[in-house]
């Protein structure tokens, strides 16, 4: 329930695939019907996601690769896939079923816990349902000027091909879920990834910014994104609304937990609390200005945060204030998970470490 995050070396490493689609060529695009190559390299791939589906870990990474550890990250073994895009973010509702999306506007979906998994959605089909939309919308528009505006757009979209990314998703539970990515693409779906609709007419975001992290209290959702975006929902999911940010810089995430705490953090360090539904904001003191890619809860009731150097963060108070974790180790990092054991494992540009020690 968590967005792959961008900042510094990393939002080159993106930009990169962004210009790139691996695979694409002219229009064809055979990496999002070629399946993963098995690869004994593949521990060592960049991996850009990891989530616990019970007591598993699953780990998701370039060209398409996943992988799994049933040991609490202390071993990796690859699984299949059906693409060869750059998976970028991955969630599970339960021990079971889970979804992962990236490159070429993906969408995977499990049903195993990881073991084997199929191809829901991908960046023509999106682009597809975009305009289906548009079009009803503009059958019902009087304004000549907005039914243009919309319908051009939507075809600009179908006309670009499948070059957006989905680089986060939050799922509530088995059926009800959203995948954001770039450029203000945002689907929701109510029956587990079968049918998905575009959502962007019920999100406040005019300039089209990219989407990094969504998270939840209670029925309220939160919406973070590039430029300072933050946006809530008070209406489960069915309109998000602007809230007054207190940072001009990009959130690449969002932490919160059932006592209300929220933490959006993001560039250069940059991290803030709110405990009032994110009407007022404090700014977390952190050392040093490294971007920080990645948050998680922890089962202690704590939280975790992690920069793009590997230096993992920990609370104990709710979020409002961190601390250095003691084993931290350097690496260009972009993701973590709490194994079953309670250690934390780390996604990274050189594959997963496992950093020994429970969180104090």
Same mark, same amino acid.
């Given at each position: ?25 002219? /229009? ?132 670009? /091909? ?103 953090? /993001? ?94």
């Amino acid at each position: 329930m968590k967005a792959y995050s961008l900042s510094g070396f990393l939002l080159l490493v993106a930009a990169f695939f962004l210009l790139i689609p691996s695979g694409a060529v002219a /229009g064809n695009y055979p990496s999002l019907a070629t399946s993963s190559v098995p690869s004994a390299k593949a521990l060592g791939a960049a991996m850009l996601a990891v989530a616990h589906a019970g007591d598993r870990l699953v780990a998701v990474g370039e060209r398409g690769i996943i992988l799994l550890s049933d040991d609490n990250g202390e071993h990796w073994r690859q699984t299949m896939t059906p693409v060869r895009t750059t998976l970028t973010a991955v969630t599970f509702a339960d021990s079971k079923t889970g979804w992962a999306v990236g490159h070429l506007g993906v969408v995977l979906h499990t049903v195993d816990g990881g073991e084997s998994w199929s191809k829901q959605l991908d960046g023509v089909e999106a682009a597809a349902l975009v305009l289906a939309a548009a079009e009803k919308r503009a059958a019902a528009e009087r304004d000549a000027e907005e039914r243009d505006d919309l319908l051009g757009r939507a075809q600009r979209l179908v006309d670009d /091909g499948p070059d957006k990314p989905f680089l986060g998703l939050y799922f509530s539970d088995t059926g009800n879920g959203f995948i954001f990515g770039a450029f203000n693409l945002i689907f929701r779906t109510t029956d587990g990834g079968k049918t998905w609709v575009p959502w962007q007419d019920r999100v406040e975001n005019p300039m089209e910014l990219h989407f990094y992290g969504m998270s939840a209290v209670g029925e309220t959702l939160y919406l973070a994104g590039e430029q300072g975006m933050l946006l809530r929902s008070d209406d489960g999911g069915d309109h998000f609304v602007s809230l007054e940010s207190p940072y001009e810089g990009s959130y690449f995430g969002l932490i919160t937990d059932s006592a209300g705490n929220i933490v959006a953090y /993001g560039l250069r360090g940059n991290a803030y609390h709110s405990s009032d539904g994110g009407e007022n904001w404090d700014q977390i003191e952190m050392d040093g200005q490294v971007s920080l890619s990645a948050g998680i809860n922890l089962a202690d009731g704590g939280m975790a945060l992690l920069s793009q150097a590997g230096d993992l963060l920990v609370s104990s108070d709710g979020g409002q204030t961190f601390a250095p974790h003691p084993n931290s180790e350097p690496m260009p990092a972009t993701d973590l998970a709490q194994a079953a054991d309670g250690n934390l494992v780390v996604a990274s540009l050189r594959g997963l470490r496992r950093i020994e020690g429970r969180t104090p």
